[in-house]
């Protein structure tokens, strides 16, 4: 649905996706980082929003979440960030990735409006199952966003078609069982899912959790219509500080675009 998610995969390269948690360290520093992403080869930016309880993260995540939180970061402040994101970047697409509940309790149709007039192009609201999106989704239809669902290695044949249905944008693969941050299951394995779900669901598909080398990107990027990596840059960007993290996104997103995909 979004014309700056199609433009990014219509160029016939694997995508690197970016995540960045909004609001760690702090909302200053956070958008300094966002708003370097597109320069250090980013196709796609994951604005995550900070919840009390989230609980497909891993600790890497978990704690940028707690980080957020106690400097005041909510749903309405990471919005803006995205808002003033636009005021420097107009075509790289922005996705809000987070949980159900701050999305509930500002309302669905006040969530869609606002994030559609920051300039925001979709969301992944990774709790809220295909059966229970229905309002939301509406929602974000009639503001022209993406909902991009997420299947799994135990999505089956019977519950594939459900999860991509009412997917746009694209699908977002998790490669393994588990949280955020643990380790990919095989490449070949990884092959023939990314084929399974492109397949059914006639969408880009793009592989994430547990990248953080170069090497391992690549090795996606072989496959998948893109590479998405969270944890290894908000890991070096609380370590390390912000130009390690752009160090490191610059070499995944680098090693990313070397491929072509196998299709």
Do not use: W
Request: proline fraction near 5%; hydrophobic fraction near 45%; glycine fraction near 10%.
């Amino acid at each position: 649905m979004s014309v700056r998610i199609d433009a990014v995969f219509a160029k016939g390269r694997p995508a690197f996706v970016a995540y960045i948690m909004g609001g760690d360290p702090d909302l200053e520093a956070s958008q300094r980082v966002m708003n370097a992403l597109p320069g250090a080869g980013v196709d796609i930016i994951e604005l995550g929003f900070p919840f009390t309880d989230p609980m497909a993260d891993g600790p890497v995540i978990e704690e940028a979440g707690i980080r957020a939180r106690q400097a005041g970061t909510t749903l309405s402040s990471v919005i803006d960030m995205a808002r003033a994101f636009r005021t420097t970047d107009a075509d790289t697409p922005v996705i809000l990735m987070g949980y159900a509940n701050p999305v509930y309790h500002m309302g669905y149709e006040d969530f869609a409006e606002t994030a559609a007039d920051a300039g925001v192009d979709g969301a992944i609201i990774v709790d809220l199952p295909p059966e229970e999106d229905g309002p939301v989704r509406a929602a974000m239809d009639a503001n022209g966003l993406s909902l991009i669902r997420l299947a799994t290695p135990t999505t089956d044949a019977a519950r594939l078609p459900i999860v991509v249905s009412g997917s746009s944008g694209f699908v977002y693969y998790v490669s393994m069982t588990g949280v955020t941050g643990a380790a990919l299951v095989s490449g070949g394995s990884v092959a023939d899912q990314v084929a399974r779900v492109r397949t059914a669901a006639n969408l880009p598909v793009v592989v994430g959790f547990g990248v953080k080398t170069g090497e391992r990107a690549a090795e996606i990027a072989r496959d998948a219509d893109g590479v998405v990596v969270g944890s290894a840059i908000v890991k070096a960007l609380h370590e390390e500080g912000e130009d390690a993290a752009l160090a490191l996104v610059r070499e995944l997103a680098a090693a990313t675009h070397a491929n072509r995909r196998n299709r």
